[in-house]
């Protein structure tokens, strides 16, 4: 348990459905992020949230849609996805958004079929 | 553009040494980041390294050079457990962190 805390671990969903990926964080971080990870690629930056405004969207499809209500949660909203969205989620949190001191949840391994 | 290299995969005896190479171009430089990733967890903060120089914490050490962009991380002893995925992770002039793809370490008895 790293401090953030993210579910469903696994999620097998159709191309029609819509799901939604939840992150917590009680470590008092400010600044919460999604990030793709695909095998034997880099981490992708998807979306920064600093004091539950988004600061940053990395040109990411609206087939994703994130909801930041408060400093703790995350959430991001799936519908439509494509089967190359399938790929490992991964949520994390820091103290400020300068300050690259992740620390990451375990991830949502995502399949799209 | 920005750029981190990094081996995709290494492999290694238990009970030796093994060095994980990272290079590095990013647009302004404030440091260097080592996370390790075991298969299906969450990757955790390995090393934080911003000035030339080798670091080291207990078995693992990570070095810097700002002149070559490069930076390597060090494993001693190793052990099965050490089996995972090594991130390397550059720090932008905004503050953005730039991933390598990672390197897949293999621990071989």
């Known amino acids: 348990e790293t401090g953030v805390t993210q579910t469903p671990r696994h999620l097998v969903m159709g191309m029609t459905n819509k799901k939604s990926l939840k992150c917590e964080q009680h470590?008092?971080?400010?600044?919460m992020y999604w990030y793709k990870q695909s095998a034997k690629k880099p981490l992708e930056l998807m979306f920064v949230?600093?004091?539950?405004?988004?600061?940053e969207n990395n040109s990411v499809p609206s087939r994703f849609s994130p909801e930041c209500p408060n400093s703790s949660h995350l959430f991001l909203h799936l519908h439509t996805l494509q089967p190359e969205d399938s790929a490992l989620y991964l949520c994390?949190?820091?103290?400020?958004?300068?300050?690259?001191?992740?620390?990451f949840g375990s991830g949502t391994r995502l399949t799209v079929v | 553009g920005q750029n981190i290299d990094q081996p995709t995969e290494m492999t290694a005896t238990e009970g030796a040494i093994v060095q994980i190479n990272c290079t590095y171009q990013?647009?302004?430089?404030?440091?260097l980041f080592w996370y390790q990733q075991h298969a299906g967890e969450a990757p955790t903060f390995l090393s934080y390294n911003v000035l030339d120089g080798l670091e080291e914490k207990g078995r693992f050490s990570s070095f810097l050079s700002r002149s070559k962009g490069y930076s390597y991380l060090l494993l001693k002893e190793l052990q099965m457990k050490d089996s995972a995925s090594y991130l390397c992770a550059g720090l932008d002039s905004n503050y953005q962190l730039i991933w390598g793809a990672g390197t897949k370490l293999i621990i071989k008895p």
């Open positions: 470590l008092g971080h400010n600044a």
């Open positions: 990013t647009s302004g430089f404030n440091g």
């Open positions: 949230y600093s004091l539950e405004e988004r600061v």
């Open positions: 994390a949190s820091s103290r400020g958004t300068e300050a690259a001191g992740y620390t």
